[in-house]
């Protein structure tokens, strides 16, 4: 049975950091990433990360904020947060792509990131 399991959400003070995790499990992935949901407001992708290569993509509205990263000996991706501001406060999401050039096919449960001013 395929699972994303995030972890690491919560509450923080803008301009603070939280670093959110991602544990797969049941198969690997050609692509993991992150995506979030703030109320009232369509999905947005945040971040992706070829899991062979490594090669990484962020939305711009994180550039210089925002990384990407993974362990392939725990199969888990994480996202570090920096600089948050309240406009980062969302459901995130962690997803994966079976191939490489497909969609999203695998989704977490999500985790709250909730940024207070």
């Known amino acids: 049975q395929v699972q994303l399991v995030e972890s690491g959400g919560g509450l923080v003070q803008a301009g603070g950091s939280l670093r959110l995790s991602c544990a797969a499990s049941g198969r690997t992935f050609s692509v993991m990433g992150w995506f979030r949901q703030a109320p009232g407001k369509d999905r947005e992708y945040v971040a992706g990360?070829?899991?062979?290569?490594?090669?990484?993509f962020r939305a711009v509205s994180v550039k210089g904020r925002f990384t990407i990263s993974r362990d392939s000996a725990k199969n888990t991706v994480y996202l570090q947060m920096n600089s948050l501001k309240p406009e980062d406060t969302a459901v995130y999401y962690c997803a994966a792509k079976s191939d490489l050039g497909g969609e999203y096919d695998y989704w977490g449960q999500g985790t709250q990131v909730t940024v207070s001013s």
């Open positions: 990360i070829n899991w062979s290569g490594g090669n990484t």
